[in-house]
């Protein structure tokens, strides 16, 4: 829900860096464009590993929003 509301208006151009955190989780900060202003901006997110793979850490909202 609140994430699908953060991104519905914003188109993902791209990942500008990923980052290794010491305790094995990765921060991945993803390039968006904003579609209605054209502002670009990065969304940090905080990926950690799972038993099926890779999720979103569901703590703090993502910096960048």
Known sequence: GVMTNAFANR???GIDRVRTNQDGSFDVYYAFR???TGES?????LMRPSETGWRVDPGNPPEGL
């Open 41 to 45: 901006n990065n969304v940090k997110l």
């Open 34 to 36: 904003d579609r209605e």
């Open 11 to 13: 188109i993902m151009t």
